[in-house]
C-alpha cells in the first residue's frame, strides 16, 4: 500500500514537472513600457485637430492678441457638424485650440478679457468648450484641448505671475467639460530675441492636468504622456522609437533635436510615443483662399503611411470655415480617405495562410498573430533575439503592403526586419524589403509581388513579441497631375500615374472631360488659375482636382542687388532652387514695369534647420531710389516649424517697379539667409 502510494505520488510529481514545463511562462517586459492610458491612447491612432479662432476671420496663421475680439463672429456655427464629420471620417476624438498664440478663449474665462464673451458671437453668451464636449459625448468621440503657453495677450506674460494664471487657466478648462484625454501644449513661440520671455512652470502645469484629469495624455515636444515628431508635414521617422531620454529638456527652445523627436532614441528611459500633427490645408487655420487647395487623398495616404504606418498616431487639423461648420471640400476628402484606406486594406491575405516559425516560445504560436485579437501574440525563446517566421500562402498571391504590431505592454523590442520572398524560378529566397522600428502599427509598401512564401527575418533587443501581421494587395491610386510653370509662363502638367488622359482648365472652373485636354505643354505669362484632372478608364476614374494659382510670370525681371552669378535663382520660378544670401543684405528685383501690387509671397527653403527669414521688412519704388515702407518689422508666423510659401497682403494697393525684402531677424542665428523664390501678388 506504501508503495502503491509511493508511486502514484511519484506519478503525479512527474505529470506536474512536465506540465509545468509545457505551460506558458510569462514573458518579461523589456525596457521603458506605456502605461495602461499611452497603452489604450496609442490605439486610438487617428482623430482630428481644430484650429478656430480670431485667425479663422482675419486670415492669418498667429494672430497678435491686438485684434478686436468682436471679429470673432460665426455666422451659423456647429459643433454637432464637426463631431459627425470627425465620426464618419474614422476618427476617434477631436482636439480643439481652446486658446491658440493671440490669447483668446473659446470660452468664457474668468482669468481673460479676451474671450467669446467679448465677441459678437452669441451675443457674447457662447462657449464653445460646452458645445464641442457636448457634441463629443454625443458622437461618443474623445474630447481633447490644446492650449497655448505662448499668450500674446495677457498682460502677465513675461512675468512670474503668468505661471499662475494660465495654471489657472488649465483647471478652468480642465474642470469644466468632462474628461478630456489629451492635453495639447504647444511649444512655439514667437516673441523673437527682443521679446518677452517667459520661464514656465511646467511641473505646476502638469500637476493642473493631472489633479484634474488622471488618464490625460500630455502632448509637447517631450511629452511626458506623447511627444511632436518634429515637423508639420505628416512623417514620422522610419526608425521610430516610443522610448527617448527625455530629463533636463523642455518644450519649445530647450526642446531635444528635431532629429531624435522625429525617431525616438532606442533605449530611452521613458515611454513617449511619437503623434503626427499635420494639416489637411496649407494653413492651421481656415482661410477662404485654401478651398481648392485641400489635400489630395494621394497625399493624406502618403501622411497615413508616414504617421499610423509608422508607429504614430495621426491627429488631422480640419479647420472650421467662417459659418463655424466644416467646408463641404474637407468633409468629402476626409470621406475619400476613409474610403481609400478601407479599400488599401480590405482583405488579410494572412487569414488562409500558413504560418510557421524558426523558433516559438511555448505558449505564444505563431497563429497568435493571424487572430484579430492584439493581445494574443507570438514571441520566441527569450534568448532568441534574431527568430525569423515564414508565411505560406498556399498558392501564389500578389501583393504589396505588409502590416507588423508588436505587442507594446512588453516594450518594443523589434530594431530591424528584413521581409523575403519565394522566387520560384530562381528556386531561392530574393529580398523584398527591410526596415527598423514596429512599434504599434508598421506598414511597409513596396512593389506589387507574386509569390506562395514569404519570410520575415528580425533582429531584436530582446525577443520579439509580435500581435499582427497582414499581408495585402493594395489598389494603385490615381494621382492627381502636378502643374508647373516655368519663368517664361511656359506650362508643363504630368501625372505619375502611367497614360491617364489630363484635362485642365485655365479660367477657375472644375475640369471635366468636356475641359481642355492636356496634349502638349502651352504658355500662360499672364495672372491666372490653372486647374487640372486625371482621368483613366474612359473617365470612370477620376483624381482630385489641382489647382495653381500663378501671379504674373517674371519673365522680365532682374535682380539688382545682391550680385553674382547664382542670384537668379530666387526668381526662376522653380520651388527646389535657392540661394543665400550673407548680412542679411536686402534683396531688389527690378520687375521692369509699373505694376499694382496688393502683395508679395515669399517661399523659404523647406527645411526646419534653414536660415530662413522670421523678422522682415518690405519696401516698394518707383525708381529704386526712394523707397516706401509697405511692411515694418512684420513677421512670417509659423516658418519655423511649417517652412512653407507665404503669402502677404499689403494693407493697401501700391503702384512700383522694383521691390526690397530686408531681413531683420532669421529662425536661427545664422551669417546668411535662405530664399528659394520671390513673386509678386497683383490679382
Ligand atoms: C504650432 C503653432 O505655432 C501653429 O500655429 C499650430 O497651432 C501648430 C499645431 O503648432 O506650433
Not at 18 to 43: F, M, R, T, V
Not at 96 to 120: M, N, Q, Y
Request: with cysteine.
Amino acid at each position: 500500500m506504501k508503495s502503491a502510494l509511493k508511486s502514484f505520488l511519484f506519478c503525479l510529481l512527474i505529470i506536474v514537472l512536465l506540465s509545468s514545463c509545457n505551460k506558458e511562462k510569462p514573458i518579461a517586459p523589456y525596457g521603458a513600457l506605456p502605461s495602461d492610458h499611452q497603452y489604450e491612447w496609442q490605439q486610438l491612432e487617428y482623430y482630428m485637430f481644430v484650429h478656430f479662432g480670431p485667425n479663422t476671420f482675419t486670415d492669418v496663421e498667429w494672430g497678435d492678441g491686438k485684434e478686436d475680439p468682436k471679429v470673432f463672429n460665426p455666422t451659423d456655427l456647429d459643433c454637432r457638424q464637426w463631431a459627425s464629420t470627425a465620426k464618419a471620417a474614422g476618427m476617434k476624438g477631436i482636439i480643439i485650440t481652446a486658446k491658440h498664440h493671440d490669447g483668446f478663449c473659446l470660452w468664457p474665462s474668468k482669468f481673460s478679457t479676451h474671450t467669446v464673451r467679448e465677441s459678437l458671437w452669441k451675443g457674447g453668451k457662447g462657449d464653445l468648450l460646452k458645445e464641442l464636449s457636448d457634441a463629443c459625448k454625443e458622437y461618443g468621440l474623445k474630447f481633447g484641448v490644446y492650449l497655448s503657453p505662448w499668450d500674446q495677450n495677457h498682460p502677465a506674460y513675461g512675468t512670474p505671475e503668468y505661471n499662475q494664471i494660465f495654471a489657472n487657466t488649465l483647471n478652468e478648462v480642465l474642470s469644466g467639460y468632462g474628461e478630456v484625454f489629451e492635453q495639447w501644449f504647444d511649444g512655439a513661440n514667437g516673441e523673437g530675441h527682443n521679446g518677452k520671455k517667459q520661464v514656465y512652470d511646467w511641473d505646476l502645469f502638469h500637476e493642473t492636468v493631472y489633479r484634474n484629469q488622471p488618464q490625460a495624455i500630455i502632448f509637447s515636444d517631450v511629452g511626458p504622456g506623447c511627444r511632436w515628431m518634429g515637423n508639420e508635414r505628416g512623417i514620422a521617422g522610419e526608425t521610430n522609437w516610443a522610448t527617448m531620454n527625455i530629463e533636463g529638456f523642455e518644450p519649445g527652445r530647450n526642446a531635444p533635436p528635431i532629429k531624435i523627436l522625429n525617431s525616438g532614441e532606442q533605449g530611452g528611459k521613458a515611454w513617449v510615443p511619437a503623434e503626427t500633427d499635420v494639416s489637411i490645408r496649407p494653413g492651421w487655420f481656415y482661410s477662404p483662399s485654401t478651398d481648392d487647395k485641400v489635400k489630395t487623398v494621394e497625399e493624406l495616404m502618403d501622411i497615413y503611411y508616414t504617421s499610423v504606418g509608422r508607429n504614430s498616431n495621426l491627429l488631422l487639423n480640419v479647420p472650421p470655415d467662417r459659418r463655424g461648420r466644416i467646408h463641404p471640400v474637407d468633409s468629402l476628402r476626409l470621406m475619400e480617405f476613409r474610403r481609400a484606406i478601407e479599400e488599401e486594406f480590405k482583405e488579410n491575405l494572412i487569414k488562409g495562410a500558413k504560418l510557421s516559425s524558426s523558433d516559438t516560445r511555448t505558449g505564444y504560436t505563431v497563429s497568435n498573430m493571424q487572430d484579430d485579437d492584439y493581445e494574443t501574440y507570438w514571441s520566441s525563446d527569450e534568448n532568441n533575439l534574431s527568430p525569423s517566421i515564414e508565411v505560406d500562402f498556399k498558392e501564389e498571391k500578389t501583393f504589396n503592403r505588409l502590416l507588423l504590431q508588436e505587442y507594446l505592454p512588453l516594450g518594443q523590442r523589434v530594431s530591424s526586419f528584413s521581409v523575403s520572398y519565394w522566387d520560384k524560378n530562381k528556386n531561392d529566397w530574393q529580398l523584398l524589403t527591410e526596415a527598423t522600428t514596429i512599434g504599434y502599427k508598421r506598414i511597409l509598401r513596396f512593389p506589387l509581388v507574386t509569390t506562395n512564401k514569404i519570410k520575415i527575418e528580425f533582429k531584436a533587443l530582446a525577443a520579439p513579441v509580435i500581435s499582427s501581421i497582414g499581408v495585402y494587395k493594395a489598389k494603385e491610386q490615381l494621382s492627381a497631375p502636378s502643374v508647373e510653370r516655368d519663368k517664361s509662363g511656359l506650362v508643363t502638367i504630368k501625372c505619375k500615374t502611367p497614360d491617364p488622359v489630363i484635362y485642365y482648365s485655365t479660367d477657375g472652373t472644375e475640369p471635366t472631360i468636356n475641359s481642355l485636354r492636356y496634349e502638349k505643354t502651352f504658355i500662360q505669362k499672364g495672372a491666372g488659375t490653372i486647374k487640372a484632372i486625371a482621368v483613366i478608364d474612359k473617365g470612370n476614374t477620376k483624381s482630385n482636382i489641382v489647382t495653381m494659382d500663378y501671379d504674373i510670370a517674371p519673365e522680365k525681371w532682374k535682380i539688382v542687388s545682391p550680385s553674382g552669378e547664382e542670384v537668379g535663382r530666387v526668381i526662376d520660378s522653380n520651388a527646389h532652387t535657392y540661394i543665400y544670401i550673407a548680412d542679411k543684405k536686402p534683396l531688389i528685383i527690378d520687375l521692369n514695369e509699373n505694376l499694382i501690387l496688393k502683395g508679395f509671397t515669399y517661399v523659404p527653403l523647406g527645411r526646419m534647420d534653414a536660415p530662413n527669414i522670421y523678422r522682415y521688412n518690405f519696401y516698394v519704388s518707383d525708381d529704386g531710389i526712394e523707397w516706401l515702407k509697405v511692411k515694418d518689422n512684420a513677421t512670417f508666423n509659423n516658418i519655423k516649424n511649417n517652412p512653407v510659401i507665404q503669402s502677404i497682403a499689403f494693407d493697401k494697393e501700391v503702384r512700383a517697379r522694383y521691390i526690397k525684402l530686408t531681413p531683420i531677424e532669421l529662425v536661427k542665428e545664422s551669417d546668411k539667409y535662405a530664399i528659394s523664390e520671390i513673386e509678386v501678388i497683383t490679382r
